[in-house]
């Protein structure tokens, strides 16, 4: 049995390692990356090459997630894609000369970020710090692997405002989009502010929004704002899941109560806006009757994406 007495202490020498590295904001190891984009081609450059299947195991991100992030590298100029010799129908990925030129300059700042920490201790002490990091990482790989995965059946659908769901909604728009998209500050203070807007207006009867609860935990999020379009046309906005629930089935059931909410108040339509590469997103979309209207490039989160407007009209 551990303790809290070295549980408590290892948990704030975390927060303060995470925050020191730079993980907290939104570009890391002096580059203009995301924390997982820099991930992805330290592991791609130590392995030389490797499938996209492979990074999600590596760096503990789902499948659509480094679909999105393979994407933009390969955009960027900073990965290739070439056909499998043993298997044609699959794709491998190389760093590209600028890949490479990226990942020199990531490793020179980090090495330098090493030295820099090393130098405030003494010399014995570094063997300790070396093999106790290491220890400390292989341990945490381990609990990741052997834990169990959440179930749709084990979450919660609650309606309704909720103690801290605000601050969730932000933090998880915030965390998912800045590992994925590189957004930043910009960005969740926009989620921030139009998601206390309508915290607001909850008391309307057209105006609704629903917590995925685990283990007393808010890990999804979703709401119906029946007031800002107009014309009896509900507004789908906020629909966010914990990466642990990604792909268990949760999410579905948050849409399925919302649309459900659209049709039992008579709205002609709803509508949501959102920006090309979010695969999984767009499949389960289209899968309850959302069609793509229009797309556009446009920068309203901060960053230049593909815009996109998808309508579901009330079934008859």
């Known amino acids: 049995m551990v303790s809290d007495a070295t549980i408590d202490p290892i948990r704030d020498a975390s927060r303060r390692m995470v925050r020191e590295l730079g993980f907290m904001r939104p570009t890391l190891a002096e580059t203009d990356m995301s924390p997982s984009a820099v991930h992805s081609l330290i ?7 490797l499938q996209a299947s492979d990074l999600c195991d590596l760096l503990g991100l789902e499948k659509s997630s480094v679909s999105r992030l393979v994407g933009k590298l390969v ?3 900073m990965l290739r894609e070439t ?5 044609r129908r699959a794709k491998v990925l190389s760093l590209t000369d600028q890949g490479r030129q990226t990942l020199s300059r990531i490793d020179d700042y980090a090495r330098r970020q090493v030295h820099a920490a090393l130098s405030h201790l003494p010399e014995n002490a570094h063997v300790t710090v070396r093999e106790g990091l290491l220890a400390y990482a292989g341990a945490l790989a381990a609990a990741r692997e052997n834990a169990p995965t959440p179930a749709a059946e084990d979450v919660a659908i609650i309606a309704g405002y909720q103690p801290g ?7 998880m728009h915030g965390r998912f989009y800045a590992r994925t998209e590189g957004f930043g500050a910009f960005f969740e203070a926009r989620v921030a502010a139009g998601l206390a807007e309508f915290s607001g207006r909850l008391a309307a009867p057209c105006n ?3 917590a995925a609860m685990e283990g007393g935990r808010i890990a999804g999020s979703i ?3 029946g007031e800002d379009l107009g014309e009896n046309t509900a507004h789908l906005r906020w629909f966010i899941m914990d990466d642990a629930l990604r792909g268990k089935g949760a999410g579905r ?3 399925q109560k919302a649309l459900q909410f659209c049709d039992d108040r008579g709205f002609a339509q709803t509508r949501l806006w959102t920006f090309r590469g979010l695969d999984a997103a767009r499949r389960l979309y289209e899968a309850h009757g959302f069609m793509l209207e229009d797309e556009w490039p446009g920068a309203q989160w901060g960053s230049e994406v593909m815009e996109q407007k998808f309508i579901r009209k009330r079934p008859v």
């Open 43 to 49: 592991e791609i450059g130590r392995s030389g090459t």
């Open 75 to 77: 955009r960027t100029g």
């Open 83 to 87: 056909a499998d010799e043993k298997d």
């Open 165 to 171: 769901l605000i601050g969730r909604v932000v933090e």
């Open 208 to 210: 609704q929004i629903w």
């Open 223 to 225: 709401a119906i704002d």
């Open 253 to 255: 059931q948050l849409l």
